[in-house]
């Protein structure tokens, strides 16, 4: 079956550039999606086929897609981006998900 | 704006079928795709499947047990998990995606419910 890699976690200072990883097979020939999770929140999409954002989600997101890593990318963090996101791609019809990153701002 | 409610038993003993009902609201339940998620206490997400237009798809490490169905008349789709463990104790999220051009992105999401398998 198809997995996701992603770092565990990542720390970053406010107003610093945060990255987050995720790793697959050619993942590069898939689309990727990212989700922020807040305790006890539902996720939130803001991501979308490798490098959109849907409507509401700060410029300061951002992603990139090639080769076997997808890459999200979060400019000028702040305090509120402290969350756990996952990654997401679609191998045929299943959707699979990475393990999730915890994103710590300090 | 489309709203998901998730709705059913919070305790499902072991063995027995966990049902749950995902309501929509703000929009119809005809074409898009409607998901079921789960995240296990303190864990990740795992897709459990899809409805699109009565055509389903399961995630294959769960197949044998899933059931998604979908009642258009009520603006309702609905999972049916068999044979429970102790290992389908989750938060579960039915989902739709965000729009028919964004790859199946999963853009809207339920609150979550909790269920527990417990005897």
């Known amino acids: 079956s198809y997995e996701l890699t992603q770092p565990p976690s990542v720390s970053v200072s406010p107003g610093q550039t945060a990255s987050i990883t995720c790793s697959g097979d050619k993942l590069g020939n898939k689309y990727v999606s990212w989700y922020q999770q807040k305790p006890g929140q539902s996720p939130v999409l803001v991501i979308y086929q490798d490098t959109k954002r849907p409507s509401g989600i700060p410029e300061r997101f951002s992603g990139s897609n090639s080769g076997n890593t997808a890459t999200l990318t979060i400019s000028g963090t702040q305090a509120m981006d402290e969350a756990d996101y996952y990654c997401?791609?679609?191998?045929?019809?299943?959707?699979?998900f990475g393990g999730g990153t915890k994103l710590t701002v300090l | 704006q489309v709203q998901l409610q998730e709705s059913g038993p919070g305790l499902v003993k072991p063995s027995e079928t966990l049902s749950l009902t995902c309501t929509v609201s703000?929009?119809?339940?005809?074409?898009?795709?409607w998901s079921w998620i789960r995240q296990p206490p303190g864990k990740g997400l795992e897709w459990i499947g899809y409805?699109?237009?009565?055509?389903?798809n399961y995630n294959p490490s769960l197949k044998s047990r899933v059931t998604i169905s979908v009642d258009t008349s009520k603006n309702q789709f609905s999972l049916k998990l068999s044979s429970v463990t102790a290992a389908d104790t989750a938060v579960y999220y039915c989902?739709?995606?965000?729009?028919?051009?964004?790859?199946?992105?999963?853009?809207?999401w339920g609150q979550g419910t909790l269920v527990t398998v417990s005897s």
């Open positions: 409805i699109y237009n009565s055509d389903t």
């Open positions: 989902a739709r995606d965000y729009s028919s051009v964004a790859g199946r992105a999963i853009g809207y």
């Open positions: 703000g929009g119809s339940i005809n074409s898009y795709y």
């Open positions: 997401q791609a679609w191998d045929s019809s299943t959707a699979v």
